[in-house]
């Protein structure tokens, strides 16, 4: 499988040069830095400082002290499809008996697993989860599930492949970069022309990878700041054979298909940050369209997707504590004729938890991706104490 990325990103001509000249007001050569870090990522200094006329040395210093010190982070865009992987979401009612177990038994199966992703929704109770599957193995996970609601682990869940999901930048032209703070007014919120990098499901290939393509792109995405060398020394491989397999493979096979640029917050933000899924239901996909152009425009989106089989939306955003009442009434002014099927849910951090891509279900010597059943059951029989099945 195939997903494919879709850059909106004007890169500057052969001849031209950002200057500091044209940018006229303080903070704006970190505006230009990370929008070059879009399409360059965080270590390629030279190409930076050639677009933007900055020495390099500058460019190294403002990208480590003055961006990644102070709460922009730069995550990979990994192409799922290239390694064979769907996009699915799901969301996990845990029975009242297990519910204490539920983030113990979601974390084993993240390590061991196709589990990416995984957060209590609050109020609603239900976990939010994210599985990078193969397909072919779409029928036996949900098999699995079924197992553990027989089994009275949950007592309920949804599973649904998505359309398509979208990945996005911070809106640079909201953050003002010299003050570390959010410049904008919800009233007067303008039109987003930031980068949308766009997966397809629809994307679809055999994956041509290997244990150590997987791991090249994990500790990438794990830091996206690792050199080459570095990589090599971490991972105890020989530094040409790695950066063959990245450039050839990683690379050359689309594993990674650029680069993302968050805000998280610095160590000086001591003000709450507030993690939020947007629910849709029952959208046809003309009226997702129109959602979707609403949730581009918010500075604090940090992706959305859409399943056309089950009809539903989803936005994920990191919005500050401040900000909060300006965002749910933007949504609520903006769509006044889909607001009746929005639903919000609140990320309880104390039980969420990122995983970089999966790498144990993964055998070269069995010819690449593997799923048992019962091998994930005695996974979840571990947590719970009780007595394996026979695998």
């Known amino acids: 499988m195939k997903f494919r990325r879709i850059y909106d990103v004007v890169k500057p001509d052969s001849g031209s040069v950002w200057t500091l000249q044209e940018r006229g007001r303080d903070g704006e050569d970190l505006r230009l830095l990370a929008s070059a870090i879009r399409v360059f990522g965080p270590r390629n200094y030279t190409a930076i400082a050639r677009v933007t006329g900055l020495p390099v040395e500058t460019v190294r210093y403002k990208i480590r002290k003055n961006l990644l010190e102070r709460g922009i982070r730069v995550h990979v865009h990994i192409n799922y499809g290239a390694l064979g992987l769907a996009r699915y979401w799901m969301f996990l009612e845990f029975s009242e008996d297990w519910e204490s177990k539920a983030v113990e038994l979601l974390d084993r199966l993240a390590k061991d697993d196709y589990m990416v992703y995984f957060g209590r929704i609050i109020p609603w109770g239900s976990f939010l989860a994210f599985v990078m599957l193969p397909p072919k193995f779409e029928a036996k996970y949900r098999i ?4 553990l609601v027989d089994m009275g682990v949950l007592r309920s869940y949804s599973m649904a492949r998505m359309s398509w999901i979208r990945y996005f930048s911070m809106r640079t032209d909201c953050y003002d970069f010299k003050n570390a703070t959010w410049q904008f007014d919800w009233d007067s919120l303008s039109k987003s022309d930031r980068p949308v990098a766009v997966s397809i499901e629809e994307d679809v290939q055999k ?41 050839e493979h990683v690379l050359g096979r689309g594993i990674i298909k650029g680069y993302i640029v968050r805000w998280h917050g610095d160590r000086r933000w001591h003000k709450p940050l507030t993690r939020i899924a947007a629910v849709f239901h029952g959208l046809s996909a003309d009226e997702a369209e129109t ?22 939306y989803l936005a994920y955003l990191v919005v500050p504590a401040e900000h909060l009442q300006g965002m749910l009434k933007y949504t609520w002014k903006a769509l006044p004729k889909l607001k009746r099927k929005m639903r919000y849910g609140f990320i309880d951090s104390e039980c969420s938890r990122s995983y970089m891509l999966p790498l144990k279900p993964f055998d070269e010597t069995r010819g690449g991706w593997r799923f048992n059943i019962k091998a994930n059951v005695n996974l979840l029989y571990e947590v719970l104490n009780v007595k394996k099945l026979k695998v």
Not at 291 to 312: G, H, L, N, R
């Open 144 to 147: 699995f599930l079924d197992k």
């Open 291 to 312: 959602v979707k152009k609403v949730f581009q425009d918010i500075p604090f989106t940090w992706f959305d997707a859409y399943s056309m089989v089950s009809e539903v």
């Open 207 to 247: 994956p041509r990878i290997d244990k150590l393509d997987l791991l090249i792109a994990g500790m990438l995405q794990a830091n996206s700041s690792l050199s080459i060398r570095e990589l090599a020394r971490k991972l105890g491989v020989e530094y040409k054979r790695l950066l063959y397999h990245y450039k």
